[in-house]
């Protein structure tokens, strides 16, 4: 599951414990994005804090794991690259799903070498409040639509509230509204 990460929040803890349940898979690796091309517009936090966060959100859970893949390679992230360098890490008999969001699903199409993209993985797109859940026109088989619980959480909305001197108790883990206080993140917009 690839994600900014910035910060990790229940949805995206929701969204993989669905997946891994309903695929029955051994693990989900959570790769949190060095520089998205796709956010170069606003300021993200530094990678090792997203990376960070990351890693405290998904400690307790054994069959959750998280790669610095993207965070160590230089410039943009694009999913290729991690697709790319998952399946030479985990090797070539395993099989890899990436998860995603209805918003982020939408979007594939859009991403560079999106047809390697579906020779490398198969895709789940999970639903999300806000956003419409469709297969955008990938190819047969390629694809998983999957319906969770719905947790209207985003990360945009956890900063502007963390800005805002809001609570995000609750919609992130207890460790993520600590670590996010004691490293002073979000707290101007
Ligand atoms: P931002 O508001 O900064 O874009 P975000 O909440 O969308 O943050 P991302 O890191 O951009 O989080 O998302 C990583 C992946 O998790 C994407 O595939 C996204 O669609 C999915 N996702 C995020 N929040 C949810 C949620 N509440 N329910 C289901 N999927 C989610
Ligand atoms: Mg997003």
Sequence with gaps: MGGTFD?????HLVAASEVAH??????????????????????????EDRYLMTVIATAS??????????????????????LRDISEIYGPEVELYFITGADALGAILGW??????????????????GHTLHDPGLPQGK???LEIPALA????ECR???????????L??????????????????
């Design 7 to 11: 910060p990790i929040h229940h949805g």
């Design 22 to 47: 309903h695929f029955d898979l051994d693990e989900v690796v959570f790769v949190p994005t060095g520089r998205p091309y796709q956010k170069v517009e606003r300021v993200v936090s530094a990678a």
């Design 61 to 82: 859970n054994p069959r959750f794991s998280v790669s610095r893949v993207d965070v160590d390679r230089p410039g943009p992230t694009f999913t290729i690259d991690t």
């Design 112 to 129: 560079q070498n999106a047809d390697e993209l579906f020779e490398l993985a198969h895709f789940v797109g999970c639903t999300r409040p």
């Design 143 to 145: 694809v998983t639509l």
């Design 153 to 156: 959480i985003s990360s945009s």
């Design 160 to 170: 502007q509230r963390v800005a805002k001197g809001e609570p995000i108790w609750y």
């Design 172 to 189: 992130v883990p207890d460790g993520i509204v600590q670590y996010i206080n004691k490293r002073g993140l979000y707290h101007t917009e």
